[in-house]
């Protein structure tokens, strides 16, 4: 299962009521339509998105590219309950993609576990625990780090 952070948003907004219609921003768009070459490489048969704009629009390019529905779930929005997401995580397949926010990052893989916006994890089940096992980070810090070992070269 891959745990994505949405992408850019921008700053949080002056309430939750009003941050919950947050957009992604400039440099989010460009990350939402990088994760299409990005995750490539992974088998994605299902994505999961929280309702809130920023997540829906960091995997629609995706989910367009893939030819795959986003399925909005209020479960993912970040002040869920731990029992809410575990419910809807252990009915997931593995080829998941599950788009969130760093408040359920946290909960879920505790505070020690970051992930930057447009990251993600993947996730394996162990037991009744899913552990993190390998980051995949935002595609533009991917494409300047190879710019830079180029520039090296």
């Known amino acids: 299962m891959l745990l994505l952070r949405h992408a850019s948003a921008g700053a949080r907004l002056s309430s939750p009521g009003v941050d919950r219609f947050r957009r992604l921003d400039d440099a989010g768009r460009l990350v939402a339509r990088q994760l299409v070459w990005a995750l490539a490489d992974r088998e994605i048969a299902r994505i999961v998105s929280s309702p809130l704009a920023r997540?829906?629009?960091?995997?629609v390019p995706i989910a367009e590219a893939r030819g795959l529905v986003v399925e909005s779930r209020w479960e993912l929005e970040p002040d869920v309950s731990l029992d809410?997401?575990?419910?809807?995580?252990?009915?997931?397949?593995?080829?998941?993609?599950?788009?969130?926010?760093?408040e359920v990052f946290e909960m879920l893989l505790g505070r020690d576990v970051t992930c930057e916006k447009g990251g993600a994890w993947v996730l394996e089940w162990s037991g009744q625990q899913l552990v993190p096992t390998l980051y995949r980070e935002p595609p533009a810090k991917v494409l300047a780090g190879e710019r830079q070992a180029i520039r090296s070269a």
């Open 55 to 59: 997540c829906i629009e960091s995997v």
């Open 84 to 102: 809410d997401l575990m419910i809807l995580l252990v009915d997931l397949p593995d080829a998941s993609l599950v788009c969130t926010h760093r």
